[in-house]
C-alpha cells in the first residue's frame, strides 16, 4: 500500500514540497503519495486528526501552524524543542513524534552545497523568529568562533543568546552595536525581505565577509543580497538550498533513505538577479 505524507499549512498553494518529495520518491523509488492540506485557520489538530485517521505517516508543518504542531505532538525532539516549533512530525499509533529540520538544514545547505564549513568563523545572524531559533544549535555545534544575534527589539536577541549559552560562544545585540564589527558570514533570518525590506543592518558588516545567505528563497537578489554584493562580498546565496536540505532530512527520517538535493536545488533555484 502506498504511504501517505502532506505538508500542511494556510495559504499552502505557493508551497515547494509536494515537487520536492515527488522528486526524492522517485529518485529512491520509494512508494509514497505527498499532497498539500490547506488547514482551516485555528483547526490545525482536527486537520492532523483526519490525515492521521485516513492513514497518513508524516507531515511537514508551514506558516502559520509551526507552533499548533509543536503543542499537537506527544514527543519532541531537542532541536523542535528549542525552536519551540516543528516541522516534521512522523505519526507511530498514539505516538506524534516533533521534530525542526530548518537548522540543520540550512547548516547542511551551508557546509556541503557552498562549501562554507562554520567551524572557527564569526557569524552574525539577522533576526531572531521561528527560522533563527531553529538555527541556533545547529549553528552552535559547527564550533563557530562566535555567533552574534542582531534583532530589532534588542531584548529577543539577548533572550536568544542566552537560550544558546550553554552550547557555544554566542551573544545578542542590536543593530546599531553592529557597526564597526566584521563578520565571515552573515544570515539573514528576518523576514524583511518576503516584502522587498531591508533590515538595517550597517554595510561595514560585510567588510570581510565571504557569504551572504539569504535565508529566503525564489525572491531573487534582494534588498539585503544587493547590500551584501555592492559591499563587495563574492558569494551569495538563498534559502533554496536550505529548502531542499530539511525536506531531505525529513524524508530521510521517515523513509530510512537520504535522497540527493542537486536536482530539486537546480529546478528551483531563481537566478539572484
Ligand atoms: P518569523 O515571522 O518567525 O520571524 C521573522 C523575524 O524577522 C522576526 O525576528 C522579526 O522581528 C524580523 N523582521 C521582520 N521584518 C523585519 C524588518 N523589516 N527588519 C528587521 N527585522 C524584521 O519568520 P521565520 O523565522 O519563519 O522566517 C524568517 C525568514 O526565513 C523568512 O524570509 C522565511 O521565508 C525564511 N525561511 C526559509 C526557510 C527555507 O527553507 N529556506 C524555512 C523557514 C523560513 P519582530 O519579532 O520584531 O517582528
Redesign the pocket.
Known sequence: MTDRYAVIGNPIGFSKSPLIHGTFAQATGQDIDYTAIEGPLGGFAGAADAFRAAGGLGLNIT?PFKLDAFAYATERSERAQLAGAANAMKFDGERVLAENF?GV?LVRDVTHNLNQPLKGKRVLL???????RGALLPFLAQEPAGLVIA???VD?ALELARIGAGHGAVRGCAYTDLVGQRFDVVFN???????A????VPASVFAHCALAYE???GKGLTPFLRLAQNAGVQQLAD??G??AE?AAEAFAWWRGVRPDTRAVIDKLTVPLV
Not at 525590506?197 to 538595517?200: A, D, H, R, S, V
Open positions: 506558516a530548518d538544514g539577522l533576526g531572531a523568529g521561528g527560522a533563527a534583532h530589532r527589539s529577543k533570518a528576518t523576514s524583511a525581505s518576503l516584502r525590506e531591508l533590515p538595517p535565508l529566503a528563497y534559502g533554496v536550505m529548502l530539511q
